[in-house]
């Protein structure tokens, strides 16, 4: 069984392989966290200590002793009104006004399946793959019950949380925060490892000493955001790659989030982390309900490389649903950096007859198709065929493409509009915008107001008319801005936010049920909604609109700490690169491309008969190599911030073939000779390297590596395949 339970004591542990996490109703009710570690067959309670701390408040209860306070006591759910002056979970305010709260143990449920949840998404299980531990939590006066939810997946070392909130009492409240999860440490030093960045440059690794001060992480964008990413690590001070402590919390929501460390004045570590509740204020009526995102959590001893791992393995199983697994990969063109907005039938044909000698597989037809859109001033918002521009019927281009042998794909913005639209002049009010004020401008676009249900299902009429005109495979899902003016005629603000993430997920749903053999893109700018959310209903996401190679080294290994190479959308592009304006070599641009999901954003026309050439190779070696990428797991080899080179292997899960990838992305005078070191081998077995044909042992190429000879150019690179003899 995943979870055992002391009923005398009111114990509650989660075991999975390899750890175990512990949690207490103690005599007065409140539940404590007693332990998130090793996996162990004890219990933890004796870690529980009661001292008179000065201006650590007390309950009732226990007033007299002095010894006893939810100030200093490890939780599982803090709440605003007991006594704890730390980072809280939950809050929530009364009828009259006040914010306060006692939440207090009722009961239990457990069931052998995995919980659901309302209109958000959450980490899917077949029969015996999970189970379920439900926990009651009561506040007496006000009638508001607190449903902490356990999802424990045994064989994955992963547990997930999330929150049911229903106001089971006779007045309304309002909840300000409820977030996912919470983590209490006793002690112990941690670092918060996070991923910030900024549009063009996402997921940069940065470690942050918690210190005694609140570090605190997010977004109020009304998405996951650029600047930083909904997934964290809490690490011990001394945790590296291969060893260490640490704890992964991933939140699987795409709009705005929290994530707070600190120190208290004991030396104990909390983190919390959940869905922002900058201007989020959600009544509830009695009866009502709100569900919060699902957290996904894991620790290991073994530092970030096994965190990685499991990571990666989850979401390919549980959350991501993919319509082409388990088929032959698909290499696609997209016509955005090849073309613009400047393109018509002849423009995307002659792209599909050069991606068909190419030996590419899907075209992808990017902004400007439809409405009156020739720059990003107009049009949006009007989801109908231009085809005065094309030249034709969109199903006559869809056609025209597929006698060339390559499917079709095609761009949309579903959740925003230009003011220079039919839609705009028609539906003024479908937009957020607060009466009496100008908008806020981004992208000269305003956002339509997904949290009602007539915008969604009109948006979703208008682009189904669109997909019904031929045989589309491909769907690029965009959103180019945040969330300024919160304003809607049928929401009061608080809860506008939350709505329309919920309206969000709704509409990708529909479009999933619909066209079930659809292949969706989620991007938003690039990477600004890069979540385990968007996940669950688009199995790859774009990257970063940055296609910089050099950029994309950084990018792509922040992002795999988290997440696996077949959810990251990544293609080569042209140089001078149309973001920075950096030269690298074909090369170079096709091995760093090849860590996801592989295409080319370039106008094929411009190529020599040389570069065609080695674009043929790239897709021929991608083709060999997709399982493994896919599938395989991934190894980062080196830091590429410090090392001067960026090295990663895909290794087969029973270490008999591995694909080591690596460019330099520092050259200076003198280099020296870099060894690169492979991970996941057996040491036993002797390996033949596909390009060399020469044979290694295993245990050299992981204790002693491969030699990188310095060359006379920037990003100078390699790819090797190895396999065991």
């Not at 006692?102 to 949840?117: A, G, I, T, V």
């Not at 031929?470 to 936010?497: F, Q, T």
């Amino acid at each position: 069984m995943s979870v055992l339970i002391d009923q005398k004591k009111r114990i509650f542990t989660l075991q999975t392989a390899h750890t175990s996490y512990q949690m207490q109703a103690d005599e007065l009710g409140y539940l404590l966290h007693l332990y998130y570690g090793p996996k162990t067959d004890g219990e933890a309670d004796y870690l529980l200590t009661f001292l008179d701390r000065g201006f650590s408040g007390n309950p009732k209860e226990k007033a007299e002793g002095k010894s006893y306070s939810l100030d200093v006591l490890p939780q599982e759910y803090p709440f605003k009104g007991g006594g704890d002056y730390r980072s809280i979970a939950f809050c929530m305010e009364n009828a009259d006004g006040t914010q306060c709260c006692d939440l207090r143990y009722r009961s239990y449920e457990l069931e052998n399946k995995k919980y659901r949840l309302p209109g958000l998404p959450a980490a899917r299980a077949e029969e015996g793959e999970a189970q379920t531990l439900e926990i009651l939590l009561e506040d007496g006066p006000s009638g508001v019950e607190v449903r902490l939810l356990y999802g424990v997946y045994e064989a994955e070392d992963m547990i997930t949380r999330s929150i049911l909130i229903r106001n089971g009492g006779k007045a309304p409240v309002v909840i300000r925060r409820a977030a996912s999860c919470c983590l209490d440490r006793l002690s112990g030093s941690y670092d918060l490892v996070h991923f910030h960045g900024r549009h063009t440059m996402e997921r940069q690794f940065e470690r942050t000493r918690i210190r005694h001060a609140l570090t605190s992480i997010g977004s109020r964008r009304g998405m996951s955001s650029h600047d930083h990413n909904p997934a964290v690590i809490l690490a011990a001070r001394e945790s590296c790659e291969t060893a260490g402590e640490v704890y992964g919390s991933m939140l699987a929501y795409s709009g705005g989030f929290f994530c707070e460390a600190e120190k208290d004045r004991y030396e104990q570590t909390r983190l919390v982390m959940g869905m922002t509740d900058d201007q989020f204020a959600y009544p509830l009526e009695p009866g009502e309900e709100l569900a919060a995102p699902e957290c996904i959590l894991t620790f290991t001893e073994d530092g970030f490389r096994t965190l990685t791992h499991r990571y990666h393995d989850f979401l390919r199983k549980h959350v991501i649903r993919d319509p082409r697994k388990g088929k032959p990969a698909q290499v696609l063109i997209n016509s955005w950096e090849a073309a613009y907005f400047n393109f018509d039938r002849e423009t995307i044909l002659r792209l599909a007859d050069g991606a068909a000698q190419l030996g590419m597989d899907l075209l992808v037809m990017d902004d400007g198709w439809f409405g009156d859109r020739s720059d990003d001033l107009h049009g949006l918002g009007d989801w109908y065929v231009n085809e005065k521009k094309l030249g034709c019927s969109l199903g006559e281009l869809i056609a025209e493409t597929e006698r060339r042998g390559l499917k079709f794909g095609i761009w949309i913005e579903p959740e925003m509009v230009n003011e220079n639209s039919d839609l705009f002049r028609a539906h003024p009010d479908w937009v957020l915008r607060v009466p009496g004020r100008e908008p806020v401008y981004s992208r000269n676009q305003l956002v339509l107001d997904f949290s009602r249900k007539e915008v969604r299902e009109s948006i979703f009429g208008s682009i189904c008319a669109v997909l019904d005109q031929g045989r589309i495979a491909y769907l690029k899902w965009d959103y180019n801005r945040s969330i300024a003016d919160l304003y809607s005629a049928e929401r009061v603000p608080g809860k506008i936010l939350y709505d329309y993430i919920l309206g969000l997920y709704e509409f990708l749903e529909m479009l999933e049920a619909r066209y079930p053999a659809l292949v969706i893109e989620g991007c938003s700018g690039g990477g600004g909604r890069f979540d385990a959310g968007m996940l669950a209903y688009t199995p790859q996401i774009w990257c970063s609109d940055n296609t910089d190679a050099g950029d994309r080294l950084l990018i792509q290994y922040g992002t795999s700490f988290f997440y696996p190479a077949v959810s990251v959308g990544a293609h080569v592009s042209a140089v001078p690169n149309h973001q920075t304006g950096r030269v690298i070599d074909l090369k170079a641009r096709g091995i760093t491309a090849m860590a996801g999901t592989f295409g080319y954003e370039l106008d094929p026309s411009g190529l020599s008969e040389e570069e065609k050439e080695e674009v043929r190779t790239q897709i021929r070696d991608f083709r060999r190599y997709a399982p493994l990428i896919a599938e395989g797991d991934y190894y980062r080899l080196s830091d590429p911030f410090t090392d001067g080179i960026a090295a990663w292997a895909f290794v087969a899960k029973d270490g008999k073939q591995a694909l080591l990838n690596y460019v330099t992305n520092q050259n200076h005078a003198g280099m020296d000779v870099k060894y690169i070191r492979l991970a996941g081998l057996e040491r036993e077995r002797m390996y033949r390297c596909a390009q060399t044909g020469r044979i290694y042992p295993g245990s050299i190429l992981m204790g002693a590596g491969i030699p990188v000879m310095p060359e006379m150019k920037d990003y100078a690179s390699g790819q090797y395949l190895f396999t065991a003899e």
